[in-house]
């Protein structure tokens, strides 16, 4: 699934925790798909996450590493 990243890598990729990554699922900031019992987040939307966490802190922008997939 090109554009698409398991909970592990976006995790890697937001530099925060996997724990993070299911609350702001849980919460409805991240939305997700479920392929096969695992769940999968859209790079774009994980971008979009990152983007308002950073401007709601006053912090100049994501830092989500970005890696051809």
């Given amino acids: 699934m090109r554009g698409w ?4 890598e976006a995790a ?7 724990s993070t990554i299911s609350r702001w699922i849980s919460s409805g900031r991240l ?4 392929v096969l019992g ?4 859209k790079l774009r939307d ?12 006053g912090r100049p922008g994501p830092r989500l590493r970005v ?3």
Avoid: M
């Fill in 5 to 8: 990243v398991d909970l592990d």
């Fill in 12 to 18: 890697q990729r937001a530099d925060v925790s996997r």
């Fill in 31 to 34: 939305p997700f798909a479920e």
């Fill in 38 to 41: 695992r769940r999968y987040v």
């Fill in 46 to 57: 994980l971008l979009t996450v990152e983007r308002e966490r950073h401007l709601s802190r």
């Fill in 67 to 69: 890696r051809d997939s």
